[in-house]
């Protein structure tokens, strides 16, 4: 059983209220912190502790694991994301999981959230260049299914500036900016010299051979001289976007 903050309350009420007894309430939270499924260990506590629940990374997973994992995640009822989904492996889950999105650029596949979900907040995903874009759409989507609202503003790199200076606007708006490039890794701190709002860096492992596969643009983020930014893992579109989803969205104490 998957427990959130709001089932929680919901649980404690009933308790104070005589619809259940304390002690199958604590036979209940006797299964706290994770399930045991064998070949994994799912954190059922993690949305109660982080204010969101656990996503299912697919490198290495078998089918058959990630068709049982996603399946006790839609049995209770919580968001389905599962990142670097390779389409070969797509198109094997597919008759498990009908009602998967997969979006092949992003390499990650989702359930829709519900209609009444609402997304709240601005943050804008950046890319230097169109090569970048397999990361960004992972940000971007994994933005949207979390529950922030997301735009893309791609193709806008330090050799045109005038591309991003163009959308003034729309930089100022956003909450949270996720900047993605690779080659030099120049564009987070341009963007960051710009704005008022925290950005995430993302080095991607796109450029020449001295490029190092996205050690160069790393480097050049972590040692940006503008206050502000912060730098996730190369390629990780995920994790860049799981933090400004943090910033936009704060959980609630």
Known sequence: MMVSEQR???WLRDVRAGRRSPRSLVERLKRLPFEDVGFARLDTHRRLRRGLPEVIFCDGKTPQQLAQLTHRLARHGELILLTRLAPELYETLRPR???LRYHP???LAYAPASSRQQRRGLVLVVTGGTSDLPVAEEAAITLEQLGSRAARLFDVGVAGIHRLLSHWRLLQQARAIVVIAGMEGAL????????RCPVIAVPTSVGYGASFQGVAP???MLNSCVPGIGVVNIDNG???AYLAHLINRPPRG
């Not at 987070?188 to 704005?195: F, K």
Request: charged share 15%; proline share 9%; aromatic share 4%.
């Open 97 to 99: 999981l009908p009602r």
């Open 105 to 107: 650029l992003a390499r």
């Open 238 to 240: 995920f994790g860049a």
């Open 218 to 220: 790393l480097l050049t």
């Open 8 to 10: 929680l309350q919901r």
């Open 188 to 195: 987070p701190s341009v963007v960051a010299g710009l704005v």
